[in-house]
Nanobody
Framework: QVQLVESGGGLVQPGGSLRLSCAASGSIFSIATMGWYRQARGKQRELVAAITEGGSANYADSVKGRFTISRDNAKNTIYLQMNSLKPEDTAVYYC????????????????WGQGTLVTVSS
């Protein structure tokens, strides 16, 4: 069994910063791409940023230059440094990872965390 646990959400004023963390644990053989998605109220879930095992990252246009995704493969953890936050960044942020499990089939399955709420408001 695999778990993704996010942390770091909260309330921040416009222009402020937050750092999200997501740690994967359990019977993990390897992890391919990991990423952050977000879902604002009344909107569809959207990709924020993703990073490969080798460290290649891609970002949604709306967060380029403000958010930075990073990864610690030894800890099976990713981070999202969010700077210059805007009210429109308010959403539940979900961690996502493609994981191959120990003693399982040689395929990567998608896993999700439970989400962490980020609220940007004065």
């Amino acid at each position: 069994q695999v778990q993704l646990v996010e942390s770091g959400g909260g309330l921040v004023q416009p222009g402020g910063s937050l750092r999200l963390s997501c740690a994967a644990s359990g019977s993990i053989f390897s992890i391919a791409t990991m990423g952050w998605y977000r879902q604002a109220r009344g909107k569809q879930r959207e990709l924020v940023a993703a990073i490969t095992e080798g460290g290649s990252a891609n970002y949604a246009d709306s967060v380029k230059g403000r958010f930075t995704i990073s990864r610690d493969n030894a800890k099976n953890t990713i981070y999202l440094q969010m700077n210059s936050l805007k009210p429109e960044d308010t959403a539940v942020y979900y961690c996502n990872a493609d994981i191959r499990v120990v003693d399982g089939p040689p395929t990567y399955l998608e896993h999700w965390g439970q989400g962490t709420l980020v609220t940007v408001s004065s």
